[in-house]
Nanobody
Framework: QVQLVESGGGLVRPGDSLRLSCAAS??????AGWFRQAPGKQREFVAA????????AYADSVRGRFIISRDNAKNTLYLQMNSVSPDDTAVYYC????????????????????WGQGTQVTVSS
């Protein structure tokens, strides 16, 4: 069993930076990423990475502002959020999978079968 626990959410002002963390416990992961769900909207992909390897993927809306990274020694995934705007307000979920077939890109949600509980990020002045 793999468990994911997010932390680091909160209330920030437009233009600020924030770093989310996702601590993983259990089996070795294959891929991991971040998704978010704003009020009244469907959950959407934000960023993802191979657990071992350098490949990453970003949603167009966050590319150049957000950076996904991981610390394999700590079994922790991060999302560095820079230049945030009110449009980034959402519950952010960490997601992972222990097996990645490679058939779909990292952006495809259904291949992630392990989810954290979510952490709220609110961007407001």
């Amino acid at each position: 069993q793999v468990q994911l626990v997010e932390s680091g959410g909160g209330l920030v002002r437009p233009g600020d930076s924030l770093r989310l963390s996702c601590a993983a416990s259990g089996r070795t992961l294959s891929i991991a990423g971040w998704f978010r769900q704003a009020p009244g909207k469907q959950r959407e992909f934000v960023a993802a990475t191979y657990w071992r390897g350098s490949n990453t993927a970003y949603a167009d809306s966050v590319r150049g502002r957000f950076i996904i990274s991981r610390d394999n020694a700590k079994n922790t995934l991060y999302l560095q959020m820079n230049s945030v705007s009110p449009d980034d307000t959402a519950v952010y979920y960490c997601a992972a999978a222990t097996h990645y077939s490679g058939v779909y890109t990292l952006k495809v949600e259904h291949q992630y079968d392990i989810w954290g509980q979510g952490t709220q990020v609110t961007v407001s002045s």
